[in-house]
């Protein structure tokens, strides 16, 4: 309808109710996230809030303005007029987001690398993460410190030979595969992801940690948990039938605990 203040102002109504709800549900922590389970983790979790408050706080003005305009220079039956726009406003709100975009990317650099390019300390436990449709198999080196050499001829699932261990290499003798992953709490933990088939992904909430897995890749990954429990790891790439089946656990366990979970793995 032709000069009609109604329809307008019903947009700009339902726009900002739309911004209070969402307001409404970040603010009540409807989508929190459970508690962090590394010193890194709780960093991410400070990083990921700048970041909410940033992009929060340009979506009300986006939306408001949205609003506004769309009351403001409702059709009032007048003929419609061009405009170039305004060049100072384009240049300033390219900077603005410029800045901001760059400026938390450099904030989360160092987090980020945390996890993945900063030297592994020398005392880590290394266990290696073998992804395959739709399972997880983690290795331990065992007593010796070493993994054996695997062989993809070698892959044999039914015989007990999920990632092909070489069994003429000494090394791989004492490896240990399990499908859950066990860890000591308050020790370095590097991980070394690899897949066997498709691109797979390992992903646990309570360590803020996400990596693919991709096939002819083995991807380092490094976290030092400081809280006991059991975790989800799941797999957040969609690769195949069984993907919402795809699984594991990763267990926090204190120092005997683990030390006994090594003992009852080495006698199988
Ligand atoms: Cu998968």
Redesign the pocket.
């Known amino acids: 309808m032709r000069g009609s203040a109604a329809s307008a102002l019903l947009l700009f109504i339902a726009l900002t109710i739309l911004v209070g709800l969402t307001i409404f549900l970040f603010a009540t922590g409807f989508f929190a996230a459970p508690p962090p389970i590394t010193p890194v983790g709780v960093r991410i979790d400070h990083q990921y809030n700048l970041t909410l408050y940033a992009t929060g706080m340009a979506f009300v003005l986006a939306q408001l303005g949205l609003g506004w305009a769309v009351f403001r220079y409702r059709d009032r039956g007048q003929p419609a007029r061009f405009t170039r726009g305004n060049a100072v406003l384009e240049i300033a709100w390219t900077i603005v987001t410029a800045v901001v975009f760059l400026g938390l990317g450099g904030l989360a650099a160092r987090s980020w690398a945390q996890s993945r390019i900063t030297k592994v300390p020398t005392d880590a436990i290394r266990v290696e993460v073998t ?1 395959q ?2 399972v997880y198999n983690f290795r331990y080196p065992g007593p010796d410190g070493k993994f054996g050499r695997i062989d993809p001829e070698l892959i044999s699932a039914p015989t007990g030979n999920p990632l092909g261990i070489d069994p003429n290499d000494p090394a791989g003798l004492d490896d240990i595969v399990v499908s859950t992953l066990t860890v000591p709490v308050n020790h370095p933990i590097e991980l070394l992801i690899r897949s066997q088939d498709v691109v ?2 390992f992903f646990v909430r309570e360590l803020r940690l996400q990596q693919d897995a991709v096939p002819g890749m083995t991807v380092p990954l490094q976290f030092t948990p400081d809280r006991l429990g059991r975790y989800y790891i799941v ?1 957040t ?1 969609l ?1 195949g039938m069984g ?1 919402n089946q ?1 699984h594991s656990f990763l267990d926090v366990v204190s120092d005997a605990d683990y030390r006994e979970f090594l003992t009852r793995a080495e006698a199988r």
């Open positions: 992804e449709q739709f797979h992904n797999c790439q690769c993907h795809m």
